[in-house]
């Protein structure tokens, strides 16, 4: 069975800083790894995804994460954050091309301060 | 366009009542999966559906929980006789799986079950 560690429970960045989260998974077969971000009340919403191909993928707001088969981790990564990215991330693996259930890791909760 | 949306937002309970979840996926969108996110165990999946039928319930914590999907779209979650340890936010997703074709899913808000 998969599963999915995110070892950061809470992380807090100053305003501009950069951020990198740590995501290490279990799974037996090829992964699909998706990293999702959660506002308070709010739904997941995916930042990123990786299936194959380039090793770095690009995502929305300036994210970006970077698949390391040989260390099992899918690290999010943002050169400068901004106030607005404080939220829950979400690290994930899944199945059969992503169609079937995710396995979700604990979440980070970024702080930001000024 | 329309995103997942699901009803209630929120939904309080007395423990011992039955209630029903409902989720309406993206227009076109054949599997459809069903989440709780709880203090204690974080997200958990339930339930997924390709089409009408759920080809994988390995998720479902008791035989209170049961859901359902009709016409290839929206689903009920259904729980009975709730328990204190049902409350928690049920999140439903949905993704436009075709073959081997790769899947994103994409939440929606979720809803807020409190069992008195």
């Known amino acids: 069975a998969q599963s999915v560690t995110q070892p950061d429970i809470h992380i807090t960045v100053s305003e501009g800083a950069s951020l990198e989260l740590r995501c290490n998974y279990s799974y037996g077969a090829t992964p699909y790894l998706f990293w999702y971000v959660q506002s308070p009340g709010q739904g997941l919403q995916l930042l990123l995804k990786?299936?194959?191909?380039?090793?770095l993928v690009q995502g929305i707001k300036g994210f970006e994460a970077e698949f390391k088969r040989s260390q099992s981790s899918f690290n999010l990564r943002k050169p400068s954050v901004h106030w607005s990215d404080a939220a829950e991330y979400f690290c994930?693996?899944?199945?059969?091309?992503?169609?079937?259930?995710?396995?979700f890791g604990t979440g980070t909760r970024l702080t930001i301060i000024p | 366009g329309a995103g997942v949306s699901q009803s209630p937002s929120n939904k309080v309970t007395e423990k011992g009542k039955d209630v029903e979840l409902r989720c309406d996926p993206i227009s076109g969108h054949t599997a459809l999966y069903w989440y709780r996110q709880s203090l204690g165990q974080g997200l958990e999946f339930l339930i997924y559906f390709q089409g009408n039928s759920a080809p994988d319930k390995s998720g479902l914590p008791s035989d209170r929980f049961s859901a359902e999907r009709t016409g290839g779209s929206v689903s009920t979650l259904t729980i009975q006789r709730t328990q204190q340890e049902d409350s928690a936010v049920y999140l439903c997703?949905?993704?436009?799986?075709?073959?081997?074709?790769?899947?994103?899913?994409?939440f929606g808000p979720g809803t807020r079950l409190t069992v008195l």
């Open positions: 994930a693996v899944g199945t059969n091309f992503g169609n079937e259930k995710l396995t």
């Open positions: 997703a949905s993704s436009s799986r075709s073959g081997g074709a790769i899947g994103t899913q994409y």
């Open positions: 990786y299936f194959s191909g380039d090793t």
